[in-house]
């Protein structure tokens, strides 16, 4: 799939030089803010706010590199998402208002740093430690320094600020469906349903570094085809419609593999999760990791009794809060930070293809606004991200 281009560039002020202790300015900068939950379409607008140019005490000034927009972020919007976002007094060019930034993945530049601030220097690369701490849609943040975790240069090396700014979600999850759930072993399979998200593009990817096969269902639709060899393409074995799967031809040849498929993993729900279920091998577990049907998993009681199969769920989000009180799971975190991004500087692991966004400082606010607008809505069709430069 050629990957679709409309960037969308926030153009910044030239890099402030740490001036020691002075009184503050006030920085002008953007970001994409809501004041209440709802329809993304409806509630998210551009405004302009100010920043103080120095930061206080064990705080640091982030310039934004790069930013996803998430079916989580969304979710986060409306206010069903488990994550609240931070609502916060946010001062404007015209106003001071309560209200909360979008987005909670993506990648920054320290250009700043205040009083007490260890660990952490200008010119680091930083993402979020955790969801809903501050939003990643703006210009620039300022944020408390233990909110953030830099990523070492040399991980990052020669890679696009989209590849960290879309490292922590969707590639991070599909590394620990593979590695948490079973103890897989060359050549074995696994089934997901979603395989054209950015979770099961990741799973492909990771499974043929690792030699695991991949059975990748995928939603009927008219450019199956082109879909088809575009996940090949990632490393994929078998690639079928949820249409497909239920045909004679296709569940003789699921059940007819020379190694059993040890894991499913479900984005979906509803009927075509059930379905995809009945190919998991005795003994093997179905992780749900979304819902985008909105339907709910059910399993026939025959697949837990004559089968042993299981079901179980896993939820990013939850992982990284375990990691912050486990040192084998912070130490675990970082070596799969750098094992994705090393695979990324090795040209065996390509981001999803993504929609980046083109937004000036300068841009008049209506046709800014109207860019966010087409990359927060459900209907996109695309992932969309925004790219921030100078």
């Not at 096969?213 to 575009?230: A, G, I, S, Y």
């Not at 509803?270 to 577990?285: D, E, V």
Request: with cysteine.
């Amino acid at each position: 799939m050629k990957q679709l281009s409309k960037v969308l560039r926030l153009a910044q002020p030239t890099r402030l030089p740490r001036l020691g202790t002075r009184q503050a300015r006030l920085l002008q900068t953007q970001a994409a803010i809501y004041t209440e939950s709802g329809d993304p379409q409806a509630v998210v607008r551009v405004v302009e706010r100010n920043l103080p140019d120095v930061p206080g005490s064990n705080q640091v000034l982030v310039r934004m590199l790069a930013a996803p927009v998430n079916p989580s972020d969304l979710n986060q919007i409306e206010g069903t998402y488990p994550v609240k976002g931070t609502f916060d007094k946010l001062t404007t060019s015209t106003d001071t208002i309560y209200a909360a930034v979008g987005g909670n993945e993506g990648v920054g530049e320290v250009i700043r740093v205040g009083d007490g601030v260890h660990g952490l220097q200008v010119g680091d690369w930083v993402v979020p430690q955790r969801a809903g701490q501050f939003g990643t849609w703006c210009t620039h943040t300022m944020t408390n320094a233990n909110s953030l975790s830099a990523v070492p240069a040399d991980w990052r090396s020669g890679l696009d600020p989209l590849d960290v700014a879309c490292l922590k979600v969707n590639p991070c999850t599909a590394y620990r469906l593979l590695k948490d759930f079973a103890a897989l072993n060359p050549g074995d399979y696994v089934i997901q349903n979603g395989a054209n998200s950015g979770v099961g593009r990741a799973v492909i990817q990771l499974a043929r570094y690792w030699g695991i096969r991949t059975v990748n269902v995928v939603r009927e639709r008219p450019q199956l085809d082109q879909l088809h060899q575009e996940l090949i393409s990632l490393g994929a074995d078998i690639v079928v419609s949820d249409k497909q799967l239920a045909t004679d031809d296709i569940k003789q040849q699921l059940k007819s593999l020379d190694a059993p498929v040890r894991l499913g993993f479900n984005c979906v729900g509803g009927r075509a999760t059930l379905q995809m279920t009945k190919f998991i091998s005795a003994g093997g577990t179905l992780v749900s990791y979304g819902g985008m049907s909105r339907q709910p998993v059910t399993m026939p009681t025959s697949l837990l009794l004559f089968k042993n199969i299981s079901a179980c769920g896993f939820w990013m989000n939850r992982w990284y809060n375990q990691s912050f009180t486990s040192s084998r799971l912070e130490d675990e975190k970082h070596q799969m930070w750098r094992e994705i991004l090393g695979l990324i500087q090795q040209k065996k692991f390509v981001t999803q293809p993504l929609v980046t966004s083109n937004w000036h400082s300068q841009m008049d606010i209506g046709k800014a606004q109207e860019a966010v607008s087409g990359a927060v809505t459900w209907g996109a069709g695309s992932k969309h991200a925004f790219e921030f430069t100078q």
